[in-house]
Structures are given as structure tokens and as C-alpha cells.
Nanobody, 113 residues
Framework: QVQLVESGGGLVQPGESLRLSCTAS????????MSWYRKAPGKERESVAFITRNGATSYLESVKDRFTIYRDGAKNTIYLQMDSLKPEDTAVYYC???????WGQGTRVTVSS
């Protein structure tokens, strides 16, 4: 079982930035895909961004051009750089790794003036 630990969430104002980190307890080099999901109050969990083993990325339409997912294999860490944050980005953000199918505990992001 891989342990994933997220960090970097917090309270920011609209237009500000945050960088989320997700560090795995083992190498991420074997992961086929690593993703960020989010769950907002009263909404279904949704995939925000993912990065594949060969570095391909994909984003939720509403975060394209504002969020960037990238990884540092040497640190077993993936990141989600979030710029121009909006109130609708408020959610708990979760890291996911596959394989094995592993989830982090989540980090809360609140965007409010």
C-alpha cells in the first residue's frame, strides 16, 4: 500500500495562487497515471488534472490555462500549481496514484474574499 500525503492547501483570495504537493511513500516512476481530484461541498468528486508515465497531461476544462500538474520523480512528488484561483475552485483536493490504486487524505483549498 502506497501512502500519499498532500499539502499546500489553505485560504486565499480570488486571483491568488497555491501550489499543492503530493508525496508518495515509494517511487512514482512505476505509476501509469497520477491525478488530482477535488470534492466540493454538495458536488460529486471530479478529476482536475492527471499526468501519465510518459509525461502527458490533461485538465478539467474549467481549470485549463490556470492549473499546471507536474512531477519530480527524485522526490516522489507531484504538484498542482493553481493560479488565478476562483471561488468555484474551493474544494478538498485529493491525490491519486495508479497503480496501485492509492488515495491521499486530501488538502482543503478555500478561495474567498
Amino acid at each position: 500500500q502506497v501512502q500519499l500525503v498532500e499539502s499546500g492547501g489553505g485560504l486565499v483570495q480570488p486571483g491568488e495562487s497555491l501550489r499543492l504537493s503530493c508525496t508518495a511513500s515509494q517511487s512514482i516512476s512505476g505509476a501509469t497515471i497520477m491525478s488530482w481530484y477535488r470534492k466540493a461541498p454538495g458536488k460529486e468528486r471530479e478529476s482536475v488534472a492527471f499526468i501519465t508515465r510518459n509525461g502527458a497531461t490533461s485538465y478539467l476544462e474549467s481549470v485549463k490555462d490556470r492549473f499546471t500538474i507536474y512531477r519530480d520523480g527524485a522526490k516522489n512528488t507531484i504538484y498542482l500549481q493553481m493560479d488565478s484561483l476562483k471561488p468555484e475552485d474551493t474544494a478538498v483536493y485529493y491525490c491519486h496514484m495508479l497503480p496501485p490504486d492509492s488515495w491521499g487524505q486530501g488538502t482543503r483549498v478555500t478561495v474567498s474574499s
